[in-house]
């Protein structure tokens, strides 16, 4: 179990088996979040949500609703063979 000691600051010192585990570095940020029965998770916050911008790509534009069923009513058309010939 990895531990610190409070400063008379409120400070403390993140062992390093525990920076390591978070992949934390000087400056990065962390966040406190409040579990049940008065514990806390330590979490890495060294990203924001507009470091997230183009992690996912923009789906292709598949066109108008008209565009749709047109491609499908003649893909459709090519599906049937006319027999009575």
Excluded: C, W, Y
């Amino acid at each position: 179990m990895a531990t610190a000691t409070l400063t008379p600051k409120g400070q403390i010192t993140f062992p390093v088996k525990v920076r390591a585990s978070l992949d934390l570095d000087t400056g990065d940020r962390i966040e406190f979040v409040e579990l049940a029965d008065g514990k806390f998770a330590i979490m890495a916050a060294t990203h924001s949500a507009k470091d997230l911008k183009g992690l996912i790509r923009k789906p292709v534009s598949t066109g108008s609703i008209d565009d749709m069923n047109m491609a499908i009513a003649a893909q459709g058309s090519k599906a049937f063979v006319d027999v009575s010939k």
